[in-house]
Each structure stands twice: as C-alpha cells, then as structure tokens.
C-alpha cells in the first residue's frame, strides 16, 4: 500500500513519536510510507530518513490557503491510504476527503482532554469523524468521550488500539542494578507544560522526610512550551529541593533513559494512552501515574496510580517507591513486562492498523 501518515509536525510529542513508530513498522513490513506536515519542526527527521520515509512539508500562515494545499496534495497523491493524528491534522484529512475520495481514511483520537466538551471548534472536529472510515483511540476512556460528543457516530468505526512498542528494543535490561548508590532514580519522559504538572511533583516531593528526599533523584527530559518549568525551579530553589531535580532537553535517545530508570514517572493532569508508561512497562520498570486514561486498568498495582492534583497522594508513592529494596523494584518490573506484552504487541498493533486501512477503501 502507499500510506501517507499526516500529523501537524515532527516535534518530540507523544503523538508524533508514535506516529514516526508505526510508519517505520509499516515501512519494514513493506509499504511505500509518506509524511505530510504543515508547521516545520525536525526533531524526527534523521530518524525518518535512515528509515527512507520522506517527509512532505506544506507551510502556510494562512488557514484557508493551507488547507486548500492540503487537500489538493492528497487528492492527487495516489495513496491508498492515509492515516493522521491529533485532531486538527484529522479535520483537514476528513475535508479532504469531501465529498468522496477513493482512499481509504483512519484517523487518530489521541487526547482525553477534559476540555474538548466545552469546546466547539473540538465538537466540530468530532462530527466530521461522520467522513473517516474508522476513528482509533489509544484508549477506551478517549473513545468513550468521544462517543459521548458524537452519539451518532457508529460504533462499528470506532476502534481502540494501544500504542504500538517495539519489543526488540524496550526490553528489560539485564545489567541495571537498582537503588545504585543509595538512590531511586526516578525519569520522567514529558514537555513541560502546565498539563504535565511539574508543580504537583514539586509540591509532593517538598513533603517527603529528609531522609527521603536523600534517597530520591528526578531526572526529566523535556523541551519547554510554557512557563511551567520556570515557575517550578523557583519553587525547587525556595525548598531547597536543587539535589533532587535535574532537567534535560528532549532526547530522541529515550530508550537510554528509560534502561537506567529505576522508576518512571507520569503526573499529567490528562493524557491520551502515554508512550512513557507504555514504554517503561515493557523495558521492566516501576512505573507510577496519575490516574489519567486507562492507566488503572493497565498497571499491575494500583497502589502506584495517584491523583494528580493531590500533592500529598503524590508523595505517598512518591515514598512507597523509596522504601521499595532492590528486589522488589526488580519484581514490580518483571511484572510490568509481562504485562507489556500481552498489551502492546508491536506485530499485532501494525497489523491490526494495516487491517484498518487496507479495508477503508
């Protein structure tokens, strides 16, 4: 098949990265790949093109001309396929698609954003699913919300398909050693936006004993959309929290950082299914959460699941995670990877997305 995979742009988001994922798989297992893009960022460029997956980039500040472009590229870009992302990237493909077209159109929910209920412009998107041949969440809590919006939508299109690991590459590794030094090193894999909640671990982190805190060591690997970050070092340096976190851009290298993880973290206010979680599970890791998605249902132990908006809930794993020795780190792992695998077969997701869309047309 000849796919073309459309997504806003090559930032190193969770949906981006996702994205870049499946099109490789769909690449080895055969098919001419493609990307369409309309704002300009190259954060999975290299990547894309040691897989010789081009990248078509179609810039313009004007909306409406934008669009035109758009749906004039695909209508006559001979695909068989097109599979887009996130809910702007998805409206455009569904208009292109207007009134008929002789391609087969997947596109994916990728948010639970509370908000999209009180949005028009997100109930809007939502409607025009009525011009998608399937609609595919990353979890049942982002289908069902948008079910609840779209009631008319059928069901038979409505698709839930987890994220998509590559388990020759995230598999636990056989020589890490938890607790190194004395130390939970704690990742934490996440732009920093307000949703992300740099200000609830800070919060949690504060209530800690001393004699916690010495045991603990936050690294996230983030680059900066607000000033989340910002206000949160002031807040690390007025509770003289500096030993605890350390900051780094993001890294396309996030399989190292996962492998020397003894604990990876997510305290989102929201989220659709996260890659972090997803990832952390099958490399053999503690992994602990906010309650986002369908996270309660995946975990193995939701003792590890928190309210993201309660500092003091956060601090209680925070701590639990701390007391935990080095065996017990090792089991919660070992758990969590048979658990990954039964979740987030990578043959499985690929096919089950070439299944969707060879059978749109």
Same mark, same amino acid.
């Given at each position: 098949m000849k796919i073309l995979c459309v997504i806003d742009y090559l930032g190193s988001g969770g949906a981006q990265r996702q994205l870049v994922n499946l099109a490789i798989g769909f690449k080895h297992h055969g098919h001419d790949v493609s990307f369409l893009v309309y704002h300009q960022h190259n954060f999975y460029r290299e990547m894309l093109a040691q897989n010789n997956i081009d990248i078509h980039e179609i810039i313009d500040p004007n909306y409406f001309y934008r669009f035109l472009k758009i749906r004039q590229f695909i209508r006559k870009g001979r695909f068989d396929a097109v599979l887009s992302f996130l809910e702007a990237a998805n409206f455009l493909c569904e208009m292109s698609g207007f009134p008929k077209k002789n391609w087969s159109l997947i596109v994916g929910e990728r948010s639970s954003n509370p908000n999209m209920f009180r949005s028009l412009?997100?109930?809007?998107?939502?409607?025009?699913?009525?011009?998608?041949?399937?609609?595919?969440?990353?979890?049942?809590?982002?289908?069902? =919300?948008?079910?609840?919006?779209?009631?008319?939508?059928?069901?038979?299109?409505?698709?839930?398909?987890?994220?998509?690991?590559?388990?020759?590459?995230?598999?636990?590794?056989?020589?890490?050693?938890? =607790?190194?030094?004395?130390?939970?090193?704690?990742?934490?894999?996440?732009?920093?936006?307000?949703?992300?909640?740099?200000?609830g671990l800070v919060e949690a982190t504060n209530l800690l004993s001393d004699n916690e805190k010495a045991k603990l060591e936050i690294h996230w690997y983030g680059d900066e959309h607000d000033n989340s970050k910002a206000e949160g070092l002031v807040k690390i340096k007025l509770y003289n929290l500096e030993k605890n976190f350390n900051f780094y851009p993001a890294t396309l290298d996030v399989h190292s950082m996962v492998r020397n993880?003894?604990?990876?973290?997510?305290?989102?206010?929201?989220?659709?299914?996260?890659?972090?979680?997803?990832?952390? =599970?099958?490399?053999?890791?503690?992994v602990i959460s906010s309650h986002v998605s369908d996270i309660k249902s995946i975990v193995n132990d939701d003792k590890l699941v928190f309210d993201p908006s309660n500092p003091a809930e956060i601090a209680q794993v925070l701590s639990r995670v701390i007391h935990l020795n080095p065996n017990e780190i090792e089991e919660i792992g070992v758990q969590n990877n048979k658990r990954a695998q039964l979740l987030f077969n990578n043959d499985s997701i690929i096919n089950e997305y070439l299944m969707l869309l060879s059978s749109g047309r």
């Open positions: 412009k997100s109930i809007l998107f939502k409607y025009s699913h009525f011009f998608a041949d399937f609609v595919v969440a990353n979890s049942f809590t982002n289908i069902n =919300m948008v079910k609840k919006i779209n009631p008319f939508l059928p069901s038979r299109k409505c698709k839930v398909i987890y994220n998509y690991v590559d388990f020759n590459k995230w598999r636990p590794a056989k020589n890490h050693i938890p =607790m190194q030094n004395g130390k939970l090193r704690l990742v934490v894999l996440a732009s920093h936006r307000y949703l992300k909640n740099l200000n993880a003894d604990v990876v973290g997510l305290f989102s206010f929201y989220e659709g299914l996260p890659n972090t979680i997803c990832e952390g =599970m099958s490399a053999g890791k503690v």
